[in-house]
């Protein structure tokens, strides 16, 4: 049986029109044909039928055009497997593929996706949660996340439209963080587990992260003000260390006071009070550019 790229399409991941990309992908055909299928996600029963897809088929690829929700989706199918996870960034947030380098623009994405550059990266496993692969997080963010998917908004404005409403009403609430060498309590308006390194603007939340050293962050913002917005926007601009605290793990037992907004990767999952994780090294193939180099422009406010 032939090999196959598989390109999962999220048609309505942040509210973009996918036309550019089915321009680039009959470019790419013209200039160099090859096999593929495409599956077209429904938000219904998409990990069933991509389970079934790859099961019947072999694919060597399977390309995502969507955000970083679409980007754990396959993901979760992809782990420890041989086939490699490609990316064209069409979300609200594209922060995954910020943080491989992977161009904007649908064109410059689908050629990194169809090279032969690609790395093995850490996945964080959460219990009873599955996979996160960029950043999950408790508080503040989840709660923007969850006004803003409750809205059924789309896009930049949509966030613009939740995010001071949020950031408003921000609530501090304590957590406590166990492992076999930790042992910590902190008051918190945010606590982030972190594979990467920045949110989907590229602010960095988390500059000493990596994809590839076995660990990842606990990050903690133990206070954010008005004044601290532009950190949260600006690419390239790190925290102020005086205000967020993080240790590196490669499991952690986190609970809290009071049950919390929660979400992985940009999917808001409910309230929780206890989540347990850790660290799968080098679980998952993605296809990245030979010299990765960062975007010219933001692509969402503080989403992850």
């Known amino acids: 049986m032939e090999e196959k790229i598989l390109f999962v399409v999220n048609p309505v991941a942040g509210g973009k029109d996918k036309s550019l990309f089915w321009t680039s992908l009959d470019q790419a055909q013209n200039l160099q044909p090859f096999q ?25 690829k399977v390309i995502v055009v969507g955000g970083d929700g679409t980007v754990k989706l396959v993901a979760e199918q992809l782990v420890h497997q041989p086939t490699a996870l490609g990316i064209i960034p069409m979300g609200s947030a594209n922060g995954m593929a910020r943080e491989l380098g992977i161009p904007a623009h649908p064109k410059d994405a689908l050629q990194v996706a169809l090279g032969e550059h690609s790395i093995q990266i850490d ?8 996979l996160c692969i960029h950043l999950s997080d408790l508080g503040l963010n989840a709660t923007m996340i969850e006004n803003y998917q409750t809205r059924k908004l789309r896009g930049m404005r949509g966030y613009a439209h939740v995010f001071f409403r949020t950031f408003l009403n921000r609530n501090r609430f304590r957590i406590y963080l166990v ?24 602010a960095l939340i988390n500059p000493g992260g990596s994809l590839q050293d076995g660990l990842f962050e606990v990050v903690m913002m133990k206070d954010v003000g008005w004044w601290d917005l532009p950190r949260l926007f600006v690419p390239n601009r790190k925290s102020d260390a005086q205000k967020v605290e993080t240790v590196k793990v490669k499991n952690i037992d986190i609970s809290t006071t009071r049950p919390a907004h929660f979400q992985i990767d940009g999917e808001y ?3 929780v009070n206890h989540i347990q994780a850790s660290i799968i090294t080098r679980s998952l193939r993605v296809m990245t550019p030979a010299k990765p180099k960062e975007y010219a422009i933001l692509t969402g406010p503080f989403t992850l």
């Open 179 to 202: 492992n076999e060498t930790l042992n910590l309590n902190r008051s918190v308006y945010m606590v982030m587990l972190a594979n990467a390194r920045m949110f989907g603007t590229g």
């Open 123 to 130: 996945t964080i496993h959460i219990s009873g949660y599955g």
């Open 269 to 271: 999952k409910g309230k």
């Open 36 to 60: 593929y299928l495409t599956y077209t996600t429904n938000g219904v029963n998409d990990i069933t039928q991509l389970g079934q897809i790859l099961q019947t088929q072999i694919c060597s």
